[in-house]
Every structure is written in C-alpha cells, then in structure tokens.
C-alpha cells in the first residue's frame, strides 16, 4: 500500500517571550509584583536597584514620560480628561495570595513539565471568579500552536486539583467532575443522563427514568446540592488586606490615575557591564551570555513599565464607560464587558481579564476591584437594557428593608421591583437573590 507524503504550510501566531514575560507581570498584583522584581534583580546580573539617595527629581525624569510606551496624545487625550501620574509612596507591602496563584504554587506538584505548565498557567487566568474557563479552548491552543485536543489533557488535570472542577465549561461539567468518583451513585446517574430534568426540577421524570424511590431520589439529590458550583468563589483571600494597585483621584474636572507602585524598587542595567561588553572585555562566550541576560533584562524592565501603561488605559477606559458611577451614582452601573475595554484600547481579552481579576482601584468611594465595574445586561420588559448591578443592587435594599419576622417572597419581590421600575420574570429574580447569597423568603425569617 502505498503512502504519500505531502508538507502544508500553515500561519499561526505564537507568544514572542517579551510578551509572554509581560503577560506574566500583567496578571501580578503590586504585592506579588515586588516579589518577582526581586528576584530577577537576584538570577539577573545584569539588572541593578536604583539606589535610594539618588533625587527623586532624576527618577521621574528618567521615567516620566519618554521611556513609557505611550503617546502624549493617549496619556493626555482631548477626548478624556484623565491624565497618567507616577507619584512615589514608599509603603510595606504585606503578602497577598489568590486562589488562581495558589492553584499555579499547586501545579510545581504535577508531573507536567515547563511547557505544559505554561499553558496551565493560561488556562487559570483565563477562568472567571465563578472558576468557570472565561474562553473557548481553542483560542488558547492557538496562543501555543497546537490543537485543543492537544492541551485538552493539561485541562483535565487542572479539573482534578483543588478546588475540584475549576476551569470547568459548564454546570454540569464542573459536577460530574466532583462526582467522577461516584460512578455508580444515583447522584451520578442523575447529572449524567437527567441534567436537563435535574436542573428544571422535574423529578418525577427522573423518578420514572432512573426507577428509583422518592426517599433515594431526596437522599441523591441532597447530595447533588451539597456539590460545588462555584468553585472559585469562597476563598479566604477575600479576607485578607486589600493593596490597592491603582490610585484614582478628582483634580478639578480631570481625574488623576496613579499605579501604586510608588514603594517598587526602580531597575536599571547595569552601567559597569555595559561598559566592558562596549569595550570588548569579554571573550565570545561570556559576551553572548551578557548579550543574552542584557536582552533579558532590558525586556524586564520594558514589561513593568508596559503593566503601568496597561493598567492605566484599562482604568481609564473602565472611567468613561461608566461615567455616571464616577460622578458618585454608586447604584448605577452600565453594561460592561471586558470585550469593550479591550476593544477600546485594541489589546486581547486576555490582556484585559489579566489587568482586571485580583487587582483593586483606590476611588474617592472606597476601594474596589477592577471586576466591580463590569455588568451584564438585562433587556426588561418595556425594552430597557440596564446592567444587572442596577437590578441586584435595587434588589438587595428591598431584602434588607424588609420586615424580618414577615420576609418577602420571591414572587412579591417581582411586585417591589416594578414598584421601582424594574419588571421582570419570577425566575430572574430568584437567581440574582440566589447570587447574592440571600436564602429564601423562610430561611430569613427572625423570631
């Protein structure tokens, strides 16, 4: 039998490692962002630490304006009226650990090796703060040159660590993972061939389907509920100190946006080495390893400030989206996805979720994280669309109002939120409660 050989050429765009380094500082907050400036100031001869004593007047002349990545018409645009700052605060910065940089500490643990690693990596920072994955799978292959069968593997592994079925696609992949184990449970059976009918409560249809008894159907869909369905929300790092990572301050009508990373060490090549590789000090070897760890440190150095370029569009982008929030309307916010920001300053998605989860904005009204400012939309029935935060947050005055010893319902909360102007479906209401982490009407009864 005969074989045919035949060569396809094919164009696929691949991570140049300046971006994949830039990729790697974006995701950082200012506290683990200190953590790996020290240390390539350690493994990198070439870097050095801007010592204290020198003026501070040289720093920011140095660093100002000319070495960032930017244009004077987008750092003071006409169209908005925010303008880039670099004060210095020279303040401690203590540990702050998220679940998706635990996750990554989790995977030193596996038997992947450094690229399969990387892609890791990509894959948790592309889930949301649900721990669902936030893009299909194979836009992240293509990052790699590879197909999605082909990192589909290093998928599955990060399924299986903890918390169980983070990275998950759906509801039901997220809990059949958790129950993979149970193969044989009725609980299983039931997510697996009844998922439809479990999700809509058609129980008497499982019933029939999976000839069980009601007690077994009660016991297994007990179980069911008692599962995880959000498995990246919960973690304690919600509970630790909060380190803004970008500073947001009135100044007139212009809004001044300082990255707070004033209490950074400041880096620089190395003038000694620089030096002896212009004079020919080295032999062939030692200079392709200067010129190796100086290209390497210059793209350093270029990645921290790119993140201050990329954190600052971002927050502003986030600032004329929602123009009424800044002006002090706390209760309202617009619909807002990241594919609008990233549109808007022409940089990937990924760019934007990276610049957005985990970081945090000190505004004149308290800090938030950068995630608060986006919403999903709603189209009600008299043709509206508002952002569900509008909804959720009317919703939740109206259950805190509320007389606790006589509770209200979900169906009378649809009548309180017409009151207001919001009508909607019963089902709508009962999952934004549900969201908000607010129990059913006789579960918040008070004696």
């Known amino acids: 039998m005969a074989t045919s050989l035949k060569q396809i050429q094919t164009q696929r765009q691949k991570l140049a490692p300046r971006l994949v380094l830039q990729a790697r500082l974006l995701q950082l907050n200012t ?36 070495d960032l990545d930017v244009s004077l018409e987008d750092m003071y645009s006409d169209e908005s009226t925010y303008y880039f700052s670099e004060k210095k605060k020279d303040m401690p910065f203590p540990d702050r650990h998220t679940l998706i940089e635990d996750m990554i500490d989790q995977l030193q643990d596996t038997k ?20 669902y994955l936030d893009t299909d799978l194979i836009l992240i292959a293509d990052r790699y040159e590879l197909l999605e069968e ?12 903890e918390p169980k079925g983070i990275g998950s696609r759906d509801l039901e992949e997220c809990l059949m993972i958790q129950l993979e184990n149970e193969e044989q449970s009725l609980s299983h059976r039931i997510v697996h061939t009844c998922f439809d009918d479990f999700m809509h409560k058609r129980y008497e249809k499982i ?24 498995p990246g929300e919960g973690y304690s790092d919600k509970f630790q100190t909060v380190i803004p990572d970008v ?74 989206f929602q123009p009424e929030w800044f002006a002090g309307d706390m209760d309202f916010l617009r619909p807002l996805k990241l594919q609008d920001v990233a549109d808007k300053i022409k940089m990937d998605i990924s760019t934007i979720s990276r610049s957005t989860r985990g970081k945090f904005v000190d505004t004149p009204f308290g800090i938030f994280e950068l995630k608060h400012y986006f919403t999903d939309s709603i189209e009600l029935s008299d043709g509206r669309v508002l952002g569900t935060f509008i909804i959720k947050r009317a919703l ?10 006589k509770p209200l319902n979900d169906d009378v909360l649809v009548v309180e939120l017409a009151k207001e102007g919001y009508t909607m ?23």
């Open 31 to 66: 506290v683990n962002l200190e953590q790996a400036i020290l240390a390539e100031l350690e493994q990198n001869p070439l870097l050095e630490q801007v010592e204290p004593e020198e003026s501070q007047e040289e720093l920011e002349e140095e660093t100002a304006i000319d």
């Open 112 to 131: 992947m090796n450094e690229h399969e690693r990387e892609i890791a990596e990509e894959i948790l920072w592309n889930t949301n703060e649900r721990g």
């Open 150 to 161: 082909e990192i589909a593997p290093i998928l599955h592994k990060i399924q299986r660590m």
């Open 207 to 230: 019933r029939d389907r999976l000839t069980c008894t009601e007690e077994e159907l009660h016991d297994a869909v007990e179980h069911i509920s008692h599962l995880n369905p959000r």
């Open 247 to 320: 500073i947001v301050r009135e100044d007139g009508e212009d809004w001044v946006i300082t990255t707070n990373d004033g209490g950074l060490p400041e880096l620089r090549i190395s003038q000694s080495y620089e030096d002896q590789l212009e004079n020919g000090s080295f032999n062939n070897e030692a200079r392709k390893f200067i010129k190796k760890k100086m290209d390497s440190a210059n793209w350093f150095i270029e990645a921290v400030h790119q993140r201050r370029i990329t954190m600052v569009n971002v927050m502003r982008s986030i600032i004329v």
């Open 396 to 405: 939740e005055k109206i259950i805190i109002a509320e007389d606790k010893h």
């Open 425 to 447: 479906a019963r089902r709508t209401i009962t999952k934004y409660r549900d969201q908000m982490g607010y129990p059913v009407a006789r579960l918040r009864k008070e004696i």
